[in-house]
């Protein structure tokens, strides 16, 4: 606490730092240092032609409660809980496959609890989200607490959910929500998250 009172909470991180990455210590231009994919986002663009080739010959069902080509997974289609640990971190993954493998402009990564309310409350904000902007940007949900995506986890520094991950066509990281003081908080974070990537065409729709 400071005599003007603390400092607000920010919106977005732009810039996060590894004690092993051997930039850390020296100037870097860009605001996000490293953009290079974490590992396992590299083999999942590698197979980028084989997930196309997958919808092509395995459209999704028609589903009366479908928001359209969504390509979130589990915690929408699979309320109850069905699914294994295993099986959930697998649709996951395969979710951000399709979405990177998709050519949109901008992919949405939702690092969440099963166990945090606040998480849930924003389901259906981020539901009406990717309706309202399924021409340019993909949303996928990434259960925090499931070790499949420790390597996700590592790379872009989570430490608390929710926590929304912005990625371009190529599957680089371009900025994340900061920590949530509030749903409104989160909301805001979220909305400027977009606006980086949002195509000027679309400026009339798009965040509720």
């Not at 009406?128 to 949303?139: K, Y």
Request: hydrophobic share 40%.
């Amino acid at each position: 606490m400071t005599a003007g009172g603390s400092k607000p909470a920010p919106l977005l991180c732009w810039k996060w730092k590894w004690p092993w990455d051997p930039q850390t210590h020296s100037p870097d231009p860009n605001p996000c240092g490293n953009l290079d994919a974490p590992w396992l986002f590299k083999s999942l663009q590698t197979l980028a032609s084989l997930a196309q080739n997958l919808i092509l010959l395995h459209p999704p069902a028609a589903d009366s409660s479908s928001l359209g080509a969504s390509a979130s997974p589990t915690r929408r289609e699979d309320p109850a809980g069905s699914l294994s640990r295993d099986e959930q971190g697998e649709a996951e993954h395969r979710a951000l496959a399709l979405a990177l493998a998709s050519g949109k402009e901008a992919t949405v990564l939702e690092f969440y609890s099963p166990k945090c309310r606040l998480c849930n409350s924003l389901l259906d904000l981020v539901l009406r989200l990717e309706a309202r902007n399924s021409d340019w940007v993909s949303f996928v949900l990434a259960d925090a607490e499931n070790e499949m995506w420790l390597p996700e986890l590592l790379h872009y520094d989570i430490k608390y959910v929710p926590c929304f991950v912005l990625l371009d066509k190529h599957g680089r990281a371009l900025a994340k929500t900061g920590v949530p003081t509030s749903r409104l908080h989160v909301i805001a974070g979220l909305s400027h998250l977009l606006k980086l990537k949002q195509p000027q065409k679309n400026d009339e729709k798009k965040f509720p």
